[in-house]
């Protein structure tokens, strides 16, 4: 029986606990196509597999990671729409596909809803089988690294900032951590969608970075006060949207960013998620906050369409060997990385 390599979390902890392991290559079932990944897109989501979320269980064993590029080299029975050759990135989202969430374009709000590297294996492997619903052709301009660094911070940032905050061009966001996955995503479709963009970063390099992206005005986290440089920035009347998802640390700054009937879009809590709120602020300067997880398999067509255009492009950092899984995720977890991190199988 053939094997393939892959990455393993068995138990909760430390980088100790990603390991290398052989496992059969699986087999697709019907409906189902198999991938031979050539690039593994790793995301925050990852480091907290590993770890552990206090009050949620993970299925482990478990293969973690969301994101992957590479080439189809098997179909199930009945798959139309796909042959074997075509090179392709996973969709990060499973959904039923027969709810009335999933019918009307809503598939992030099914209630079979999960991601893939989550609450199932993921990419962090040689092969991987999702159903053909799950892969969609690579944009031809990207290489399999950078287009395995599109598909979830981008679908993410687009949800947020297109469908829950409804930013407008002419409106003023600021985009926290605007070099990290998300960050860097949400600076670009900001700045398509004809908005003026603020975002932090930190450090000077990180801040270059981000500048380049398209970002309006950048601000040195580190070395200048946010909340201080965004009144100044406004003359003192806010920002219309807040682009929020570092959590704890930040989110008191990012509702005195607000201007009045602005709203608080948030995704994560990466500095934790139990945060202090004053509904007098609330409801006195008519704020709104909102929730957002993932997005549309529809929305990020589009993504993929605006890439392969070249609007909008991922920011890789550096490629690791899938033996290397540690060190990436010590890079993650001290922002060491000026863009996206992927593992080659």
């Given amino acids: 029986m053939a094997t393939m390599r892959c990455v393993v979390v068995r138990e909760h902890g430390g980088f100790d606990k990603l390991r290398l392991e052989e496992r059969p290559v699986p087999v697709p079932g019907p409906g189902q196509v198999r991938v031979r990944i050539a690039a593994v897109g790793l995301n925050h989501l990852d480091t907290w597999v590993r770890r552990g979320v206090p009050g949620h269980t993970f299925p482990l064993p478990l293969i973690p990671s969301s994101d992957g590029a590479g080439v189809v080299d098997a179909l199930g029975a009945g798959v139309a729409g796909c042959k074997e050759g075509d090179e392709v990135v996973v969709l990060p989202g499973l959904s039923c596909g027969a709810c009335e969430a999933c019918q009307t374009g809503l598939d992030q709000l099914c209630r079979s809803y999960h991601i893939l590297g989550e609450s199932g294996d993921g990419t962090s492997a040689e092969y991987v089988c999702v159903p053909v619903a799950n892969v969609a052709p690579k944009p031809r301009r990207l290489t399999m690294p950078e287009a395995a ?41 900001a700045r398509l969608l004809g908005a003026q963009v603020v975002a932090t970063a930190g450090g000077p390099d990180k ?27 406004t003359g003192k009347a ?22 009045r009937g602005g709203r608080l879009v948030t995704c994560g809590a990466t500095t934790g998620g139990n945060v202090s709120l004053s509904l007098h602020a609330v409801f006195f300067k008519s704020l709104s906050i909102l929730g957002s ?7 990020l067509r589009t993504i993929l369409r605006l890439v392969e255009q070249g609007q909008l492009s991922p920011v890789l950092d550096r490629t690791l060997p899938l033996a290397n899984v540690g060190e990436a995720h010590r890079l993650l977890e001290e922002r060491a990385a000026l863009g996206k991190l992927v593992l080659l199988p």
Avoid: P, Y
Avoid at 210 to 229: P, T, W, Y
Avoid at 239 to 259: I, P, R, W, Y
């Fill in 149 to 189: 660094s599109v598909c979830l911070v981008f679908q993410t940032a687009w949800n947020m900032l297109v469908r829950r905050a409804e930013l407008r061009a002419g409106e003023t966001v600021l985009v926290h951590a605007g070099l990290s996955g998300v960050g860097s995503a949400a600076v670009q479709i």
């Fill in 207 to 233: 801040c270059a970075k981000v500048r380049a992206l398209g970002a309006h005005h950048v601000i040195d986290s580190k070395a200048k006060d946010v909340v201080a440089e965004v009144r100044a920035l």
């Fill in 238 to 259: 806010g920002v219309q949207v807040v682009f929020e998802h570092v959590g704890a640390v930040t989110f008191d700054g990012s509702l005195k960013c607000l201007a």
């Fill in 293 to 299: 997880t993932m997005g549309s398999k529809g929305d």
